[in-house]
């Protein structure tokens, strides 16, 4: 007797429904979750690329400006002062991780920069300049989107400025 198990259907996140919708081309794909390890180091292994493409995003609060969101290279540690003064604020603090959900509707290891409960500013490390392809969360854990910098730039309307040390 042979048993057929239906392939469960990926359903795509808001991240790959509005590339979808705006025709820019992505890769999705998926990775095993590691709840101990949620790093970028982690998810650049997982998905066989090196971490200079793997970018993670991260919430901020501008003084100014209010929320924010900073997308960087895996590796890499946010220039607070640096995004404060690309994005027209004194001063900027990362967001509590317990605010993260509430504000994105994303939760830790699964942020995205595109598809956020609301229409956050995005600031992009100026490294991503040099790489021909990146991969950023897909908007839930264990799935990444791979895209060109560019088409990540023009999804996001974001600005690309040196915001990574």
Do not use: W
Request: aromatic share 4%; glycine share 10%.
């Amino acid at each position: 007797m042979v048993i057929h198990l239906a392939k469960k259907k990926q359903q795509k996140t808001n991240a790959a429904r509005i590339l979808d919708r705006l025709g820019i081309g992505y890769e999705l794909k998926e990775y095993e979750v590691d709840e101990s390890d949620l790093s970028a180091v982690h998810v650049a292994a997982s998905v066989g690329m090196p971490i200079e493409q793997v970018y993670k995003t991260l919430v901020v609060r501008g003084d100014k400006t209010g929320i924010l969101m900073a997308v960087i290279q895996g590796d890499l540690e946010l220039d607070l002062k640096a995004l404060a003064a690309a994005s027209g604020n004194k001063r900027a603090e990362m967001v509590h991780l317990n605010e993260v959900f509430a504000l994105t509707g994303y939760i830790r290891g699964g942020c995205s920069p595109l598809g956020a409960k609301k229409d956050y500013p995005v600031y992009i490390d100026e490294r991503v300049k040099s790489q021909e392809r990146i991969a950023v969360s897909a908007g839930k854990r264990g799935e990444q989107l791979f895209l060109a910098p560019a088409d990540l730039v023009a999804a996001t309307g974001g600005t690309v400025a040196l915001i990574a040390r």
